[in-house]
Antibody
């Protein structure tokens, strides 16, 4: 089955860290760019970060730049998001999404996971 | 960074109506504009890619047009399952992509 399954979310305190994972199956993971997109409660979609198939091209939203790191392991069909110095405003449902091509731009997000919830609160 | 706006932010419609949503980019994005549908409690779903191409499996009542800075998503003959929030997204500006703020379509 073609799917993305996120994990690693949870409740944490401001300033702490979390590592999100996204397990891909049913397609050639190493051929496609991947992204993280988040959605705060009751709000719209916010792009967080993207990584090309080869990891050569990486992009981050300004709101998380310097605090979050996206990475991938093509051998393990996995995508990651290392989140440091978490803030209350990082509270959201985090989706991983597959791009329809190998680069993080020009294509579209044609497969999404169900998301993992991150709550940052003291 | 390229900013995306959508109008209206919400609209009320009835089954069978024709609905048009507009998306505007702050600078030209060629045709690198995608549309997504999100039903509450569900992950977003790709409807239209590169402005006017219908994603596989998406009903033909959905259509997209535009290039440069101005784009539209049209739903012909709105169905009950179409009541959702719709987002546009630009993927032209490397290395960042941007979503519009969304348009909520609900029952009149």
């Amino acid at each position: 089955e073609v799917q993305l399954v996120e994990s690693g979310g949870g409740l944490t305190q401001p300033g702490r860290s979390l590592r999100l994972s996204c397990a891909a199956s049913g397609f050639r993971f190493g051929d496609y760019a991947m992204h993280w997109v988040r959605q705060a409660p009751g709000k719209g979609l916010e792009w967080v970060a993207g990584i090309s198939w080869s990891s050569d091209t990486i992009g981050y939203a300004e709101s998380i730049k310097g605090r979050f790191t996206i990475s991938r392991d093509n051998a393990k069909n996995s995508l990651f998001l290392e989140m440091n110095s978490l803030r209350a405003e990082d509270t959201a449902l985090y989706y991983c999404a597959k791009m329809s091509g190998g680069e993080i731009y020009y294509y579209a997000m044609d497969l999404w996971g169900q998301g993992t919830t991150v709550t940052v609160s003291s | 960074d390229i900013q995306m706006t959508q109008s209206p932010s919400s609209l009320s419609a009835s089954v069978g109506d024709r609905v048009t949503i507009t998306c505007r980019a702050s600078q030209s994005i060629n045709s690198y504009l995608n549309w997504y549908q999100q039903i509450p409690g569900k992950a977003p779903k790709l409807l239209i890619y590169t402005a006017s191409n219908l994603q596989s499996g998406v009903p033909s009542r959905f259509s997209g047009r535009g290039s440069g800075t101005d784009f539209t998503l049209t739903i012909n003959s709105l169905q009950p399952e179409d009541f959702a929030t719709y987002y546009c997204q630009q993927t032209y500006s490397t290395p960042r992509v941007t979503f519009g703020p969304g348009t909520k379509v609900d029952f009149k």
